[in-house]
């Protein structure tokens, strides 16, 4: 947590797009956090346009938002049967 809040600070001052794939990156990769990663994903994918990143580079971000999105569908929907099944509404 502290290296995204350093990563926030940066960002902050920088502006730089490649501060948000570090955060989306600590986030996915260490946190497990895959709803903040992909919120920073879509953030870097749309903050980036026309940058200098390579389209192979872009696209594999891309995937792995795809990945994410699918990911957690999954697994509210599996939540959504079990509560179904057991009457229960946690989320």
Do not use: H
């Amino acid at each position: 947590k502290q290296a995204v809040s350093s990563y926030s600070s940066a960002y902050e001052v920088l502006k730089d797009p490649t501060v948000l794939m570090m955060i989306a990156n600590v986030y996915d990769e260490d946190l497990k956090n895959e709803q903040k990663a992909l919120s920073y994903y879509r953030q870097f994918v749309a903050m980036s346009g026309k940058s200098v990143m390579s389209p192979v580079y872009m696209e594999s971000v891309k995937k792995q938002i795809d990945y994410l999105e699918r990911k957690i569908a999954e697994e509210k929907a599996k939540k959504e049967y079990i509560n179904q099944k057991t009457g229960t509404k946690k989320q």
